[in-house]
């Protein structure tokens, strides 16, 4: 059975700190790998990582992902209040189908 | 800039009711989706549509109907409602099939 794993489930930090996300997976026929940030509603989109090895950045975030190791790290540099959400990782399976992970609810504090 | 519009932020309806969840996007996207979102299980696929009036199943079909009329417009039918459906419904496009998906704001439902 396709499963994603993120951890940890949750994370306090204090602005300033630096925080890895993790995403793990087992799914058939390998896609994609993308990373999506959600505070109060909808989901928005960080990365899409297709390949290994190649570093994805934006500004204080960046991802990489490990095909043979199956997993994807996601980094914030020096956080911010406003860095403060779930961030959600999902993996593309075969034709159609993403499946999510359950979320890392990350709180940066002031 | 691509925007995806759900009918309500917030809808109440009673165990049987028929209730209606519509989706709007702008962009042209082929490819629209139905997840709902509950906590420890994150988002699951209910129903998908790849073209009008083309709808493939999801994960959790199961209690749901979906209607794809027109491209920009996909709605997700409860038939009769249940309390198991009580969640946050999202709504997503894409222009690729397995590309970045454009989500709606949500539509939290809660079945009484």
């Known amino acids: 059975e396709d499963k994603v794993v993120q951890s940890p489930l949750s994370l306090v930090v204090h602005e300033g700190d630096t925080v890895t996300l993790n995403c793990s997976y087992e799914?058939?026929?390998?896609?994609?790998l993308l990373w999506y940030k959600q505070e109060k509603k909808a989901p928005t989109f960080l990365f899409m990582l297709?390949?290994?090895?190649i570093e994805k950045k934006s500004g204080r975030l960046s991802s990489i992902l490990d095909k043979k190791e199956l997993f994807s790290i996601l980094n914030i540099t020096a956080t911010q209040t406003g860095d403060s959400a779930v961030y959600l990782c999902?993996?593309?399976?075969?034709?159609?189908?993403?499946?999510f992970g359950t979320g890392t609810r990350l709180k940066v504090l002031a | 800039d691509v925007k995806v519009t759900q009918s309500s932020r917030y809808l109440v309806k009673r165990t049987g009711e028929k209730v209606f969840l519509e989706c709007v996007q702008d962009m042209d996207h082929e490819n629209m989706f139905w997840y709902r979102q509950d906590p420890g299980l994150g988002l699951r696929l209910i129903y998908f549509s790849y073209d009008v009036k083309m709808k493939e199943k999801g994960d959790i079909p199961e209690g749901y109907s979906v209607s794809r009329e027109k491209k920009e417009r996909f709605s997700l039918i409860l038939e009769s409602a249940s309390t198991n459906q009580t969640s946050m419904y999202l709504c997503?496009?894409?222009?690729?099939?397995?590309?970045?998906?454009?989500f709606g704001p949500g539509t939290r439902l809660t079945v009484t």
């Open positions: 999902a993996v593309g399976s075969g034709t159609y189908k993403y499946i």
């Open positions: 997503a496009s894409s222009l690729l099939f397995l590309g970045e998906q454009y």
């Open positions: 799914v058939t026929n390998f896609r994609s």
């Open positions: 297709t390949s290994s090895g």
